[in-house]
C-alpha cells in the first residue's frame, strides 16, 4: 500500500500475555518510529529506527518492551508480560532519508487493551 | 519533563470564531511541525517551519515560528466543524546526533456548529 500500514488495529489481551504489534513503513523510507498514545493524550516517543539500528532506545518504558527491524522495512514492537498500563494506542510513523526532520508519516495505530 | 507545552490544553468555539493556540519550549529546534489527529486516526502533518520569524498560510491557518526558535502559534480564522481535532506540535530538538522527533502533549478543538 502506499501508506504507512499497521496490524493489528485492535488488540485485546489478558495481563501477563506477549503481544506483538507490526508496522509496514513506507516503501524506501528510512527512519522509523514507535510512539504511545494514551487516551486523550500526546505521543510518547518509544523508539527510533535509522535503518535497522536504534540510535536511541531510552523511549522504551521498560524491559519487557523490545522493539526490532529487518531489511530496513518491517518493524515489529514486543511487549512481554504486558500490564494494565501498557494499554493505549501504539502509532508507528515513517519518513524518508533527506525528508525535513519531524516530517513523519503515520499509520493509523494499533489499540492495546489489556484486561 | 515536558520538552514541548502547549495551550490550550481544550478550546471549544462556535463556528466562525478566530483561536489561536501555542506550542513552547526552553529548547532550541531545528524545525517544528504543527499535525492534526482526528479520532482513530494518526497524526497527520499541516506545515514545517524553519526559519526564526517564519510565517506559513495554510488557506485558514497561519502558522508562525518565534524569532528564537523556541516556540510556535497556529492561528485558525473563520473556525469550521472540520476543524475539529487534535492539534500536535512537534519537533527535532537543534543539535541532536540524530532525528529524534518529540511530541507536545496537544490541544484538543471543538467547534461547535
Known amino acids: 500500500g502506499a501508506g504507512v500500514s499497521q496490524s493489528p488495529s485492535n488488540k485485546v489481551t489478558e495481563k501477563g500475555k506477549d503481544v506483538e504489534l507490526r508496522c509496514d513503513p513506507i516503501s524506501g523510507h528510512t527512519a522509523l518510529y514507535w510512539y504511545r498514545q494514551s487516551l486523550g493524550q500526546g505521543l510518547e516517543f518509544l523508539i527510533y529506527f535509522q535503518g535497522n539500528s536504534a540510535p536511541d532506545k531510552s523511549g522504551l518504558p521498560s524491559d519487557r518492551f523490545s522493539a526490532e527491524r529487518t531489511g530496513g522495512s518491517v518493524s515489529t514492537l514486543t511487549i512481554q508480560r504486558t500490564q494494565q498500563e501498557d494499554s493505549a494506542v501504539y502509532l508507528c510513523?515513517?519518513?524518508?532519508?533527506?525528508?525535513?526532520?519531524?516530517?513523519?508519516?503515520f499509520g493509523e495505530g494499533s489499540r492495546l487493551t489489556v484486561l | 519533563t515536558q520538552l514541548l507545552e502547549q495551550s490550550p490544553q481544550f478550546l471549544s468555539i462556535q463556528e466562525g470564531e478566530n483561536l489561536t493556540v501555542y506550542c513552547n519550549s526552553s529548547?532550541?529546534?531545528?524545525?517544528l511541525q504543527w499535525y492534526r489527529q482526528e479520532p482513530g486516526e494518526g497524526p497527520v502533518l499541516l506545515v514545517t517551519v524553519v526559519t526564526g520569524g517564519e510565517v506559513k498560510k495554510l488557506k485558514r491557518l497561519t502558522f508562525q515560528f518565534g524569532d528564537a526558535r523556541k516556540d510556535s502559534s497556529l492561528h485558525i480564522t473563520a473556525a469550521q466543524t472540520g476543524d475539529t481535532g487534535l492539534y500536535l506540535c512537534a519537533g527535532a530538538r537543534y543539535g541532536t546526533s540524530y532525528d529524534k522527533v518529540i511530541f507536545g502533549p496537544g490541544t484538543s478543538l471543538s467547534v461547535i456548529p
Open positions: 529548547s532550541v529546534f531545528s524545525s
Open positions: 510513523a515513517s519518513s524518508p532519508d533527506g525528508g525535513s526532520a519531524g516530517e513523519l508519516f
